[in-house]
T-cell receptor, first 113, second 113 residues
Framework: EAGVAQSPRYKIIEKRQSVAFWCNPI?????LYWYQQILGQGPKLLIQ????????DSQLPKDRFSAERLKGVDSTLKIQPAKLEDSAVYLC???????????FGQGTRLTVV | GENVEQHPSTLSVQEGDSAVIKCTYS??????FPWYKQELGKRPQLIID?????GEKKDQRIAVTLNKTAKHFSLHITETQPEDSAVYFC????????????FGRGTSLIVHP
């Protein structure tokens, strides 16, 4: 089966600029997650969708981060404006149901300079 | 919320030795405990998982044990090989539930040939 697709793979932006990441989950997977992985740390969940509804966004810095999954399939994560500390790999994952086995995409490595 | 502690942060073994990585969790409602392997620059991939209705699960050279009373679970890799070198993450969540998966900080396993 096709895996979770993410784009772009790499992005370099200046602080205060905006950036958007795209994710296409595995077909049929109702749950979609966005994680932030800072170098040397485990993935930290930013937001979790079940179909097109938000299940949890308690760890999403809502003053600058936003995410949507309008049709319950693809999702976008946006940062506006970016800060230096946002430099990380942004991983998208999907699973057939809430909080079960998650399949990760390759991630987008964001560098904010 | 859930808190997952993982030890050690780095583990160095000789090829053929066994490796053990331990995690503790705080929320007794957690019932799903996956382990992910992340090779350098690649996505995390599930290698084994355990649910709270069993105490041990094995898959070839990999096994996971769960002690619900003590709220800890461990990954055991026997007959380690150089290709086992990677960062391993444990996680805890409530399957089907609405609280977020929490990852440990990771263990960097180095297998020396």
């Amino acid at each position: 089966e096709a895996g979770v697709a993410q784009s772009p793979r790499y992005k370099i932006i200046e602080k205060r600029q905006s950036v958007a990441f795209w994710c296409n989950p595995i077909s049929g997977h109702a749950t979609l997650y966005w994680y932030q992985q800072i170098l040397g740390q485990g993935p930290k969940l930013l937001i979790q969708f079940q179909n097109n509804g938000v299940v949890d966004d308690s760890q999403l810095p809502k003053d600058r981060f936003s995410a949507e999954r309008l049709k319950g399939v693809d999702s976008t994560l946006k940062i506006q404006p970016a800060k230096l500390e946002d430099s990380a790999v942004y991983l998208c994952a999907s699973s057939p149901m809430l909080n079960t086995e998650a399949f990760f995409g390759q991630g987008t490595r964001l560098t904010v300079v | 919320g859930e808190n997952v502690e993982q030890h050690p942060s780095t583990l160095s073994v000789q090829e053929g030795d066994s490796a053990v990585i331990k995690c503790t969790y705080s929320d007794s409602a957690s019932n799903y405990f996956p382990w992910y392997k992340q090779e350098l620059g690649k996505r995390p991939q599930l290698i084994i998982d355990i649910r709270s209705n069993v105490g041990e699960k094995k898959d070839q050279r990999i096994a996971v044990t769960l002690n619900k009373t003590a709220k800890h679970f461990s990954l055991h890799i026997t007959e380690t090989q150089p290709e086992d070198s990677a960062v391993y993450f444990c996680a805890a969540s409530k399957e089907g539930g609405s609280y977020i998966p929490t990852f440990g900080r990771g263990t960097s396993l180095i297998v020396h040939p």
